[in-house]
């Protein structure tokens, strides 16, 4: 399975930006999708989880609020939609796909990820 990640940019603060993620196989609308980020010089944090069919969503509580998780499964896509964005939302952002029909916090609950999209908020 290949994920295809996109819609990063550089933003001014407040700013909305929607990010994408792609699926090369159908099989993955079984499994939850989460998304994570890395900023320069930090660990990858988890930032948002949608379950299988779209029907549960959990984000971190640092965007609890501003953004939000949606997907299309006949399309084989997840989005994430970024309002109110800030710079410290700056980081490469990356999908990845569960091993379950459940989101999960953990990034070793997740076995495919795309290659990331940056998203820069400038202040």
């Known amino acids: 399975v290949q994920l295809q990640a996109s819609g990063g940019g550089l933003v001014q603060t407040g700013a909305s930006l929607r990010l994408s993620c792609t699926s090369s196989?159908?099989?993955?609308?079984?499994?939850?999708v989460g998304w994570f980020r890395q900023a320069p010089g930090k660990e990858r944090e988890f930032v948002a989880t949608?379950?299988?069919?779209?029907?549960?969503?959990y984000y971190a509580e640092s965007v609890k609020g501003r953004f939000s998780m949606s997907r299309e499964n006949a399309k084989n896509r997840v989005y994430l939609q970024m309002d109110s964005l800030k710079p410290e939302d700056t980081a490469v952002y990356y999908c990845?796909?569960?091993?379950?029909?459940?989101?999960?916090?953990?990034?070793?609950?997740?076995?495919?990820w795309g290659q990331g999209t940056l998203v820069t908020v400038s202040s």
């Open positions: 990845a796909t569960s091993l379950y029909a459940s989101g999960s916090t953990q990034a070793s609950h997740y076995r495919y």
């Open positions: 196989r159908r099989t993955s609308s079984n499994n939850a």
């Open positions: 949608i379950s299988w069919n779209g029907g549960d969503t």
